[in-house]
């Protein structure tokens, strides 16, 4: 079973590199304005930057890298959510928006060709879209083929540039697919089996289009999906299966919980969220109402109960640095390579 929805992913820094001042003013003026661009007239100095930007993450330790027995393959749920305990702290990093998850590369660059460029980047994550001449088009073929490459592109194809928007969303989703990958085997495992479920990967997409949500992640307890806006206000979508609220049921049932609630837990007609009670029903979470907000359902492998839920203030435990605090800090300090 594979992961469809990452663990997380946050808006990332495009890198454009082309010995071409003119090239690159005229990519970055037709680019959404949104889309954070670091471009670089040397690409020598591109493959220095991006050696150390990825240089200085292997010093990180990355949240979704978990041990597990190999040999018996047995998963504790508290192993399990202690460690995506760390997916949403991510957030609280001001610098992953800095994170390089996709290189654009002129072909045709005098010190270096882009072919040879990305070779050079072969032992890294970031994605690598090259761009072509109608005469390169055969090489980049064969560098796809050859796995040098994600994708490329022709210069003079008319609809170049929004290609390049679309291939850029398209890989930026791919870099942190991959990223996940190591999580797949837990994930699929009960709490998180939504992540690899289209119908919910779908309902994502759609929240994030009506919202105006630009990063996730994957949240811990309760399960779920904690969104933010560009101004870093955060939503929290909890997710439920029959299971999940059977199992809220039977603890409100141990604390003698007010027949409403145990009804409306039994009928699946809402979504909890105890923020105050270690996440589920005790005396402290006396007037249930506040907890609770209508089940919406979204319909897979198996019914999803969800809610999105406003986060009380200092839940995260820490500043956001929003990425519009990111993009206004990088107008106010212009990027000066090239």
């Known amino acids: 079973m594979t992961i469809s929805l990452p663990v997380y992913?946050?808006?990332?820094?495009?890198?454009?590199?082309?010995?071409?001042?003119?090239?690159?003013?005229?990519?970055?003026?037709?680019?959404?304005?949104?889309?954070?661009?670091?471009?670089?007239?040397?690409?020598?100095?591109?493959?220095?930057w991006l050696g150390s930007l990825y240089h200085a993450d292997d010093g990180k330790c990355l949240p979704?890298?978990?041990?597990?027995?190999?040999?018996?393959?047995?998963?504790?749920?508290?192993?399990?959510?202690?460690?995506?305990?760390?997916?949403?702290?991510?957030?609280?990093?001001?610098?992953?928006?800095?994170?390089?998850?996709?290189?654009?590369?002129?072909y045709a660059m005098s010190v270096i060709n882009?072919?040879?460029?990305?070779?050079?980047?072969?032992?890294?994550?970031?994605?690598?879209?090259?761009?072509?001449?109608?005469?390169?088009?055969?090489?980049?073929?064969?560098?796809?083929?050859?796995?040098?490459?994600?994708?490329?592109?022709?210069?003079?194809?008319?609809?170049?540039?929004?290609?390049?928007?679309?291939?850029i969303a398209v890989l930026e989703r791919e870099y942190f697919i991959e990223k996940s990958g190591t999580l797949k085997d837990l994930l699929v495992q009960h709490t998180y089996s939504f992540v690899s479920d289209e119908a919910l990967v779908k309902l994502v997409d759609t929240l994030i289009a009506r919202h105006g949500f630009v990063e996730y992640y994957l949240f811990p307890d309760p399960a779920g999906?904690?969104?933010?806006?560009?101004?870093?206000?955060?939503?929290?979508?909890?997710?439920?299966?029959?299971?999940?609220?059977?199992?809220?049921?039977?603890?409100?049932?141990?604390?003698?919980?007010?027949?409403?609630?145990?009804?409306?837990?039994?009928?699946?007609?809402?979504?909890?969220?105890?923020?105050?009670?270690?996440?589920?029903?005790?005396?402290k979470s006396i007037n249930w109402e506040q907890f609770c907000l209508p089940a919406q359902i979204c319909t897979g492998r198996e019914n999803y109960y969800w809610a999105l839920f406003d986060l009380p203030e200092g839940f995260l435990q820490g500043p956001v640095y929003s990425y519009n605090k990111f993009m206004a800090d990088r107008l106010a300090a212009p990027n000066k390579n090239g």
């Open 225 to 283: 999906i904690l969104f933010f806006d560009a101004d870093g206000k955060p939503t929290l979508m909890v997710v439920e299966t029959r299971a999940g609220l059977i199992s809220h049921l039977e603890t409100a049932q141990d604390y003698s919980a007010p027949p409403e609630l145990r009804a409306a837990l039994r009928d699946a007609q809402v979504v909890p969220f105890f923020w105050k009670s270690g996440g589920m029903y005790t005396e």
């Open 114 to 167: 882009g072919l040879d460029f990305c070779r050079a980047l072969r032992g890294l994550p970031c994605k690598k879209i090259l761009f072509t001449g109608e005469a390169n088009e055969m090489i980049a073929v064969e560098a796809f083929n050859q796995g040098l490459i994600d994708r490329y592109l022709k210069k003079s194809d008319p609809s170049a540039m929004d290609r390049l928007e679309s291939e």
């Open 9 to 48: 992913q946050h808006p990332t820094s495009v890198v454009l590199v082309d010995d071409s001042a003119s090239f690159i003013a005229s990519v970055e003026y037709q680019l959404n304005p949104n889309l954070a661009v670091k471009s670089f007239q040397d690409a020598h100095e591109a493959l220095g």
């Open 64 to 106: 979704i890298r978990v041990g597990y027995d190999e040999q018996t393959f047995s998963f504790e749920r508290r192993t399990i959510a202690l460690d995506v305990d760390q997916v949403y702290r991510i957030v609280l990093d001001a610098e992953r928006f800095n994170t390089a998850a996709v290189v654009v590369v002129d």
